[in-house]
């Protein structure tokens, strides 16, 4: 059975291939926030098993953005039960796959020799990392939250990652959803502990330190990332310190 955290009352946590997915529950009603990678469908469905609901149970799927380690069983999920699938109205392009803003395997030539970085490689193309999948019919949700489904997820612009990246805040749980704005760890960093990804992943730069301070400006203690643990620290005290590792950028 796939092992399921329960981070906050009905605010679940579930791990796929070194990428988290969220799943939110308002009685028999679930919100599915990201989907791994495609080989990682199983393991969401299995999660959703154990908590004693079914897929079909989704009202709703939000993804923070549109990376392939993000997006597996949101597209699954999409095109066998027809659930929708809602973004920032920014990122509906890019999960539709009218164009792409993600590191290819050559991105990642130069970065051969250091420790790791080959293993990780290895284990994300099983998990199906070079596969094109895009979102058939993606809906733009509106910019100010909350959003009309289970949990009332509040979605908070933290472009940067990627052009139209979200964060979802839980303000009645004091509960902040990250995504790849902020991370816990990654196989390619070599610290643990609030973050931003190495720079290979990012769209652009400077505005991953701007979503970084939209997300200082929330009332949050408990934050869950795309990639490492969950952690509970004020989100300000993470941002701080994430942008203290950015350092030099
Ligand atoms: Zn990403």
């Given at each position: 059975?796939?092992?399921?955290?329960?981070?906050?009352?009905?605010?679940?946590?579930?791990?796929?291939?070194?990428?988290?997915?969220?799943?939110?529950?308002?009685?028999?009603?679930?919100?599915?926030?990201?989907?791994?990678?495609?080989?990682d469908v199983a393991a969401v469905e299995g999660a959703i098993r154990s908590l004693g609901h079914r897929p079909e149970d989704v009202q709703g799927m939000l993804l923070t953005h549109a990376h392939i380690d993000h997006m597996g069983a949101i597209v699954s999920f999409h095109e066998r039960y027809g659930i929708p699938v809602f973004t920032d109205p920014t990122e509906v392009a890019h999960a539709r796959r009218e164009h792409l803003e993600q590191a290819t395997a050559k991105d990642f030539l130069p970065m051969l020799h250091r420790h790791g970085v080959l293993p990780w490689l290895l284990r994300v193309a099983r998990a199906g990392a070079t596969r094109h999948l895009s979102v058939r019919e993606p809906h733009a949700f509106p910019s100010e939250g909350p959003l009309d489904l289970p949990g009332a997820p509040v979605p908070v612009a933290t472009h940067g990652h990627t052009s139209g990246h979200a964060a979802f805040h839980l303000p009645q749980h004091g509960v902040i959803v990250t995504g790849d704005a902020l991370v816990t760890a990654h196989p390619l960093s070599k610290v643990r502990g609030p973050q931003l990804l190495p720079p290979v992943f990012d769209h652009g730069k400077t505005d991953t330190l701007a979503a970084l301070d939209r997300l200082a400006t929330l009332d949050a203690r408990t934050l869950v990332p795309g990639h490492g643990p969950v952690l509970s620290v004020p989100i300000s005290a993470a941002v701080d310190e994430a942008r203290e590792r950015a350092g030099g950028r």
């Open positions: 059975m796939t092992p399921v955290d329960e981070v906050a009352p009905n605010v679940f946590c579930a791990a796929g291939t070194d990428v988290n997915v969220v799943i939110l529950r308002d009685g028999d009603a679930l919100t599915l926030i990201d989907g791994g990678y495609p080989g």
